[in-house]
Protein backbone atom coordinates (compact mmCIF):
# COMPACT_ATOMS: atom_id res chain seq x y z
CA UNK A 1 0.00 0.00 0.00
CA UNK A 2 1.56 3.64 -0.65
CA UNK A 3 1.65 5.85 2.12
CA UNK A 4 -0.44 7.99 0.66
CA UNK A 5 -3.56 5.48 0.94
CA UNK A 6 -2.31 3.91 4.31
CA UNK A 7 -4.97 4.89 6.79
CA UNK A 8 -4.68 6.68 10.58
CA UNK A 9 -4.41 5.57 13.92
CA UNK A 10 -3.60 7.69 16.77
CA UNK A 11 -1.76 6.45 20.18
CA UNK A 12 -1.38 8.58 23.28
CA UNK A 13 -0.03 5.74 25.71
CA UNK A 14 2.06 2.49 24.62
CA UNK A 15 -1.11 0.78 26.01
CA UNK A 16 -3.13 2.46 22.80
CA UNK A 17 -0.27 0.77 20.33
CA UNK A 18 -0.28 -2.51 22.13
CA UNK A 19 -3.68 -2.80 21.91
CA UNK A 20 -3.92 -1.73 18.00
CA UNK A 21 -0.90 -4.18 17.12
CA UNK A 22 -2.69 -6.74 18.84
CA UNK A 23 -6.09 -6.60 17.49
CA UNK A 24 -4.40 -5.74 13.96
CA UNK A 25 -1.18 -7.11 13.83
CA UNK A 26 -2.00 -9.65 11.07
CA UNK A 27 -4.56 -8.25 8.78
CA UNK A 28 -3.19 -4.27 8.88
CA UNK A 29 -1.24 -3.52 6.21
CA UNK A 30 1.07 0.45 6.33
CA UNK A 31 -0.61 2.69 8.56
CA UNK A 32 -0.06 6.08 9.70
CA UNK A 33 0.50 5.88 13.30
CA UNK A 34 -0.08 9.73 14.97
CA UNK A 35 1.46 10.57 17.73
CA UNK A 36 2.71 13.92 20.18
CA UNK A 37 5.79 16.47 20.07
CA UNK A 38 7.62 16.21 23.30
CA UNK A 39 6.31 19.53 24.29
CA UNK A 40 2.95 17.65 24.93
CA UNK A 41 1.84 15.48 27.75
CA UNK A 42 0.77 12.55 25.84
CA UNK A 43 4.54 12.60 24.02
CA UNK A 44 5.66 9.03 23.47
CA UNK A 45 9.55 8.36 23.29
CA UNK A 46 10.23 7.09 19.70
CA UNK A 47 12.52 4.60 20.96
CA UNK A 48 9.49 2.93 23.34
CA UNK A 49 7.70 2.86 19.88
CA UNK A 50 10.52 1.08 17.82
CA UNK A 51 10.70 -1.35 20.53
CA UNK A 52 6.93 -2.26 20.58
CA UNK A 53 6.66 -2.27 16.83
CA UNK A 54 9.26 -4.63 16.87
CA UNK A 55 7.48 -6.91 19.33
CA UNK A 56 4.96 -7.60 16.71
CA UNK A 57 6.69 -7.96 13.83
CA UNK A 58 6.32 -4.27 12.68
CA UNK A 59 8.97 -1.80 11.64
CA UNK A 60 8.27 2.29 11.37
CA UNK A 61 10.27 4.32 8.07
CA UNK A 62 8.52 7.02 6.98
CA UNK A 63 7.83 10.32 9.47
CA UNK A 64 5.82 13.38 9.03
CA UNK A 65 4.32 16.65 10.38
CA UNK A 66 0.63 16.85 11.06
CA UNK A 67 0.19 20.21 12.66
CA UNK A 68 2.21 21.97 15.25
CA UNK A 69 1.61 19.52 17.81
CA UNK A 70 1.71 15.82 16.21
CA UNK A 71 3.71 13.64 13.97
CA UNK A 72 2.64 10.53 12.04
CA UNK A 73 5.28 7.83 11.14
CA UNK A 74 4.36 4.99 8.85
CA UNK A 75 4.70 1.83 10.61
CA UNK A 76 4.38 -1.64 8.58
CA UNK A 77 4.72 -4.88 8.80
CA UNK A 78 8.13 -6.32 8.53
CA UNK A 79 9.15 -7.60 5.36
CA UNK A 80 10.77 -10.92 5.39
CA UNK A 81 13.80 -9.88 3.42
CA UNK A 82 14.51 -6.67 5.28
CA UNK A 83 17.86 -6.69 7.13
CA UNK A 84 18.53 -7.18 10.76
CA UNK A 85 20.49 -4.32 12.23
CA UNK A 86 23.23 -4.92 15.01
CA UNK A 87 20.82 -2.26 16.94
CA UNK A 88 17.45 -4.17 15.69
CA UNK A 89 19.01 -7.40 16.94
CA UNK A 90 19.89 -5.46 20.61
CA UNK A 91 16.26 -4.72 20.75
CA UNK A 92 14.88 -8.25 19.89
CA UNK A 93 17.05 -9.69 22.68
CA UNK A 94 16.06 -7.13 24.97
CA UNK A 95 12.26 -7.51 24.30
CA UNK A 96 13.01 -11.49 24.49
CA UNK A 97 14.83 -11.17 28.60
CA UNK A 98 11.97 -8.61 29.40
CA UNK A 99 9.22 -11.18 27.93
CA UNK A 100 7.87 -8.46 25.53
CA UNK A 101 8.24 -10.66 22.38
CA UNK A 102 4.90 -11.69 20.95
CA UNK A 103 4.70 -14.50 18.57
CA UNK A 104 3.85 -12.97 15.54
CA UNK A 105 7.80 -10.69 16.33
CA UNK A 106 9.10 -13.98 16.73
CA UNK A 107 7.73 -15.34 13.58
CA UNK A 108 9.33 -12.33 11.54
CA UNK A 109 12.89 -13.03 13.31
CA UNK A 110 12.69 -16.79 12.42
CA UNK A 111 11.37 -16.04 9.13
CA UNK A 112 14.65 -13.80 8.77
CA UNK A 113 16.81 -16.48 9.50
CA UNK A 114 15.34 -19.08 7.07
Same mark, same amino acid.
Given at each position: ???????????RT???????????????? $??????????????????????????????? $?SV??VD????????????????? $??????????????????????????????
Open positions: MAAAEAGHIEALDDLRDWLARHHDSAG $SVWLVTFKKAHPDYLLFGDVVEELMCWGWVD $SRREMRMKHLISPRKETSAW $SAVNKAIIRRMRETGRMQPAGEAKVAAAKA
